[in-house]
């Protein structure tokens, strides 16, 4: 879908609705494969597995470091909280922007699978709309049932 906040409607049980679905894109059996892969060692917070996921994905970086490939996947997919962006010298940067660009200083992206950049901005939508409400999201927690399922 397209999860803006005109396009998400809270229902009377406390249920989110999600309405326009002109965002929709549409993986093969293999992407979500690949992508639930993902999401369940984003889930079990299993560095390595992340970062072997995140490039059975296509995550690429220009010196292939885990520890930047890792972040990235974990921001795709995962968690924006102070304690996540953590960079490894103790700076909390200001916001996702500036996290972005600490890790593209560390090892610039080089690549992203163009076939998950819609769940990736699905992910980023629903975690500013849960922090809209106070509420701090590990998307991969919540999208597990469906990771386990692809």
Do not use: C
């Not at 090892?107 to 163009?114: F, K």
């Amino acid at each position: 879908g397209d999860p803006h906040p005109g396009n998400i409607l809270l229902l009377p049980d406390g249920k989110l609705g999600l309405i326009d679905y002109g965002n929709v894109k549409r993986l093969s059996i293999a992407e979500r494969a690949r992508l639930g892969h993902l999401i369940l060692a984003l889930a079990d917070d299993d560095r390595g597995a992340v970062v072997k996921r995140a490039r059975d994905l296509g995550y690429r970086t220009r010196r292939n470091d885990p520890e930047v490939i890792f972040r990235l996947a974990r921001l795709s997919f995962d968690r924006d909280d102070a304690e996540s962006m953590t960079l490894p010298d103790g700076t909390v940067p200001a916001n996702v922007q500036v996290y972005f660009e600490s890790l593209a200083e560390m090892d610039p992206m080089t690549q992203m699978p163009p076939s998950i950049v819609m769940a990736a901005r699905n992910s980023f939508l629903l975690r500013g709309l849960g922090t809209h409400f106070g509420l701090e999201l590990r998307v991969a927690t919540s999208w597990r049932h469906l990771a386990e399922w692809a």
